[in-house]
């Protein structure tokens, strides 16, 4: 497809097609979660109809060919981020799983009382709670580089909280919360300056941007499968080998050796060292499916879009006495966050939906940042490649009739 046709791409998401209390849905909330194409759900069903057997452990038919298709996903992986080789494609549970391996293993083996992990002020909880806990494990502290009010974290803060005790920086590419887009190559070099390792949430980056992992050149880059139209329960961690080398096993199990006896066991190499047990066959090859599916569109053209979308939407709600975004970053992507005066925004989400309009409310997983914003907090619509511009004018007017059933604006 060399032209972003976006009612074509809409009809090889099943989901999107129903009617939520009468009317057509408007699926507002992909970054919670995507859909998934159709051609994620053949994989799916695929390998459960065809070639269901455990990989690795088996030389049987089946067993290969599950393999085969399983591994043959490192190098989708590889290839959409750029990274530089497949042994640094880790397969975990998300982002959620591989942010925790690496604040426990990265953290047993270098993190020592006195250090300090730098975290921004727009983190997930999911990048924000694992380097508490390590902290708490190791005598670490964690430093906050934070946001000001337009949810944007300067450069010149981010310096500013790195030291010479900095052991490593994580942060998000973009926020869950607001969108803010971070200039995560930039940061990753100051970090690199200050002897400090990188970790970079690309949770939300990955189904709307051209990663490219060579050119940010951080150490560890995390991502979920269900945030790129894939699975749910499947995602990566990618590092670098000669890093990733380093760290001491994550969880034991088998694969991840290469020889068990009752007083040691010798390790697997990269990658399976760090995969431990059966892992989520089904959900890797159904990832692999996403990547190739969204490697099959013109990704100018798909930034484009959202980009157009997100705009649009901004002007639209603008315009709308008693709304008021929140996160005004130059250069955000896919999420628009706003409050209603005198609304709170559940009731506002829940009025939504009754319009078919699916949208979030509440902290969105990144509770210090609302508070520090001083929002209890927001309701978020999220954009992505399948939405439309006649969906932002129905959001548009699910909100004025919201407004008016409430009251308020
Ligand atoms: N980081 C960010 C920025 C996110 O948006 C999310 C999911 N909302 C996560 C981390 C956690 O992802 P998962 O729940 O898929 O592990």
Not at 158 to 173: I, K, M, Q
Not at 215 to 227: E, L, P, Q, R, T
Not at 364 to 380: F, I, N, S, Y
């Amino acid at each position: 497809m060399s032209v972003l046709d976006v009612e074509a791409l809409r009809a090889q998401f099943p989901a999107l097609d129903q009617l939520v209390h009468g009317k057509p849905l408007v699926y507002l909330d992909n970054a919670a979660t995507t859909q998934k194409a159709q051609a994620v759900l053949d994989a799916l069903d695929g390998y459960y109809r065809g070639d269901c057997a455990n990989v690795h452990r088996g030389v049987h038919t089946l067993s290969a060919r599950a393999g085969e298709r399983f591994e043959a996903v490192r190098e989708t992986i590889r290839a959409r981020l750029n990274a530089t080789s497949t042994d640094g494609v880790i397969f975990t549970a998300g982002t959620t799983a591989a942010i925790n391996l690496v604040a426990d293993s990265f953290g047993r083996a270098f993190v020592r009382p006195g250090d300090e992990i730098l975290v921004s002020g727009l983190e997930h909880h999911s990048n924000l709670v694992p380097w508490q806990l390590l902290c708490q494990r190791s005598g670490a502290v964690l430093r906050v580089a934070h946001a000001d009010a337009d949810g944007v974290v300067s450069t010149e803060t981010f310096a500013a909280a790195l030291s010479e005790r900095t052991r490593l920086a994580a942060f998000t590419h973009v926020s869950n919360a607001l969108g803010t887009l971070n200039p995560v190559a930039k940061w990753t070099a100051l970090a690199h300056r200050a002897g400090a390792r990188v970790l970079v949430d690309g949770a939300q980056a990955v189904a709307h941007l051209g990663v490219d992992l060579q050119a940010i050149d951080c150490d560890f880059y995390a991502f979920s499968g269900h945030k790129v139209y894939g699975p749910t329960g499947i995602g990566a961690l990618v590092g670098k080998p000669e890093l990733l080398e380093q760290l001491p096993p994550w969880q034991g199990g088998g694969d991840m050796i290469s020889h068990v006896g009752y007083e040691c066991s010798e390790y697997n190499t990269l990658p399976w060292r760090l995969e431990a047990g059966t892992p989520h066959i089904a959900g890797a090859i159904g990832l692999g499916a996403a990547l190739e599916f969204l490697g099959g569109l013109p990704l100018d053209e798909l930034v484009a879009h959202e980009d157009r979308l997100l705009e649009r939407a901004c002007a639209e709600l603008d315009a709308i006495p008693g709304v008021v975004r929140v996160g005004r970053a130059p250069r955000r992507v896919s999420v628009l966050s706003f409050v209603v005066d005198g609304a709170h925004p559940s009731d506002v989400a829940t009025l939504l939906d009754l319009e078919g309009v699916a949208v979030r409310s509440g902290h969105h997983c990144a509770q210090p940042l609302l508070e520090r914003l001083g929002l209890p907090g927001t309701v978020r619509a999220s954009f992505s490649l399948y939405n439309t511009e006649a969906e932002v004018e129905r959001l548009a007017a699910a909100l004025r009739k919201a407004l008016r059933l409430l009251g308020v604006g």
